[in-house]
């Protein structure tokens, strides 16, 4: 059974409290190395947006009129945009977008905040280079969802044009893990521990307070926000961080789409073989069109 269908059977053994950066990394990149490759039309151009490095991913039917701006998972310490290529060329696709995945600095080389200023960098890079913000649409999955809302924050608070909507997939938006799931799915989920997020966290944070909105924006009020959409597994230890976003949303009456897919583990989107994977991208990428950008042209050119 895929990893991506709520079988516990996948699970890695415990992790212990001294367990380096090294092996923390390999529990990351183990999943990684099983999500499908990207679609054969997907194009990957590194580039530079000011001075944060990433690349530029188009598919044949992106626009240069609608723009993602991408933050890959991997709790923070681990993953790359080369790591993450099937799951961004997919939503590509389906949203008629081009993207910009951002090879934000990991911890604990970088500590927080630098990967949320390489993201809001990379967002005023875009911006000088005339690209409208209502063509933006930050979007993450894991980690880089967490850092998605975080960006949305920084970028609201420096009065910065706001982009046109923020999207994530199996967001981690609470590095305190006060989420009931934490607890609740910690048998059914087959990727993510509480072990393996607290250990990376404190990789992250260091000696910085985990409940700071930064770091954790459902602490943060979404005064402004524009329209949200969130998905999530009902298997993930993180579904509650994905809920709860809906719960921060309505509150500040910004418009918010948050599901949680029956038995799906945590971004089961990289497995496009599953019809929730493709029912998700497809409601990610008819969100995406409908706020953000003009009409498909042709492919952008870098």
């Not at 990893?3 to 380096?20: T, V």
């Amino acid at each position: 059974m895929p990893i991506w269908q709520g079988s516990p059977l996948g699970r890695s053994a415990r992790l212990e409290p001294d367990a380096d950066i090294a092996e923390l990394r390999q529990r990351f990149m183990a999943t990684f190395q099983k999500f499908a490759p990207p679609p054969s039309d997907a194009q990957f151009k590194p580039a530079q947006l000011g001075p944060i490095k990433g690349e530029w991913v188009t598919v044949d039917r992106s626009s240069a009129n609608r723009t993602l701006l991408y933050f890959h998972g991997g709790g923070f310490i681990a993953g790359s945009p080369e790591t993450h290529r099937g799951i961004i060329a997919r939503l590509c696709d389906h949203a008629f977008a081009r993207a910009f995945s951002v090879g934000y600095r990991l911890a604990p080389e970088h500590l927080f905040p630098s990967g949320l200023r390489d993201g809001v960098d990379a967002y005023r890079a875009l911006l000088q280079k005339g690209v409208e913000p209502s063509s933006i649409v930050l979007a993450g999955d894991d980690a880089g969802g967490g850092l998605a809302f975080s960006a949305l924050l920084a970028i609201r608070n420096g009065n910065m044009p706001l982009p046109a909507a923020c999207i994530a997939l199996s967001p981690w938006v609470d590095m305190t893990l006060s989420g009931w799931s934490v607890l609740t799915n910690a048998r059914s989920d087959a990727q993510l521990s509480w072990d393996l997020l607290f250990l990376t966290a404190r990789h992250y944070l260091k000696k910085q307070s985990p409940a700071d909105p930064y770091a954790s924006p459902i602490y943060a009020g979404f005064r402004d926000f524009p329209p949200l959409m969130v998905h999530a597994g009902s298997a993930e230890i993180l579904r509650d961080d994905a809920s709860r976003i809906g719960d921060r949303a309505a509150e500040a009456n910004v418009p918010v789409s948050v599901e949680i897919y029956d038995r799906m583990q945590h971004l089961f989107q990289a497995n496009p073989e599953l019809q929730e994977a493709k029912v998700s991208l497809q409601r990610l990428g008819q969100f995406i069109r409908q706020r953000a950008g003009r009409a498909p042209a042709a492919t952008a050119a870098q």
